[in-house]
Nanobody, 115 residues
Framework: QVQLVESGGGLVQAGGSLRLSCAAS????????MGWYRQAPGKQRELVAG???????NYADSVKGRFTISRDNAKNTVYLQMNSLKPEDTAVYYC?????????WGQGTQVTVSS
């Protein structure tokens, strides 16, 4: 099993930055892939960014050039650096891990971007 704990959310003005962290309960070196998803009120949960064990990354078109996903295997942590934030980025952000054919989720962290 994998427990995931997100942190770093908050309230920020448009154009600002936040860095989200996702701490895993086990070595992420053994986890196939990890990612960040978000869910805004009344909308479906969507992929924001993903990173494989080999370090390959992918991003939603809406965040390309503004968000960066990275991982620190030594700290068992995945990060999401969010720059040039927009009000439409407001959502609950969830960390996700694909480990041994199971999908694990964190509890989520709220990001609110004011205009």
């Amino acid at each position: 099993q994998v427990q995931l704990v997100e942190s770093g959310g908050g309230l920020v003005q448009a154009g600002g930055s936040l860095r989200l962290s996702c701490a895993a309960s086990r070595s992420i070196f053994s986890i196939n892939g990890m990612g960040w998803y978000r869910q805004a009120p009344g909308k479906q949960r969507e992929l924001v960014a993903g990173i494989t064990g080999g370090g390959n990354t992918n991003y939603a078109d809406s965040v390309k050039g503004r968000f960066t996903i990275s991982r620190d295997n030594a700290k068992n942590t995945v990060y999401l650096q969010m720059n040039s934030l927009k009000p439409e980025d407001t959502a609950v952000y969830y960390c996700n891990a694909n480990f041994q054919l199971h999908i694990y989720w964190g509890q989520g962290t709220q990001v609110t971007v004011s205009s």
